[in-house]
């Protein structure tokens, strides 16, 4: 069994930053893809930005240039850092190890 948990989420104004840590259980990490997903109020559940074990990575067109993900295997962590904000990347965000998802953790971005 693999458990995810996410932290890092809040409240930020528009064009401020946050990053987002992902602690993920198991000794399956450092072997698979990780992935940050967002589901804003309303709206499907999207992908944001996704990383493989070999550290290749792609992203939403949204976010591109403004997020980054990461990863460190020796911590079973991944990173997803958001630069310059925006009202419309509010949303519950995810981590996802597949099949598992961490519970989610809010950001709120204020104009």
């Known amino acids: 069994q693999v458990q995810l948990v996410e932290s890092g989420g809040g409240l930020v104004q528009a064009g401020g930053s946050l990053r987002l840590s992902c602690a993920a259980s198991?000794?399956?990490?450092?072997?698979?893809?990780m992935a940050w997903y967002r589901q804003a109020p309303g709206k499907q559940r999207e992908l944001v930005a996704g990383?493989?074990?070999?550290?290749?990575?792609n992203y939403a067109d949204s976010v591109k240039g403004r997020f980054t993900i990461s990863r460190d295997n020796a911590r079973n962590m991944v990173y997803l850092q958001m630069n310059s904000l925006k009202p419309e990347n509010t949303a519950a965000y995810y981590c996802?190890?597949?099949?598992?998802w961490g519970q989610g953790t809010q950001v709120t971005v204020s104009s």
């Open positions: 996802k190890l597949a099949p598992f």
């Open positions: 990383i493989t074990s070999g550290g290749s990575t």
């Open positions: 198991g000794s399956i990490f450092g072997i698979r893809a």
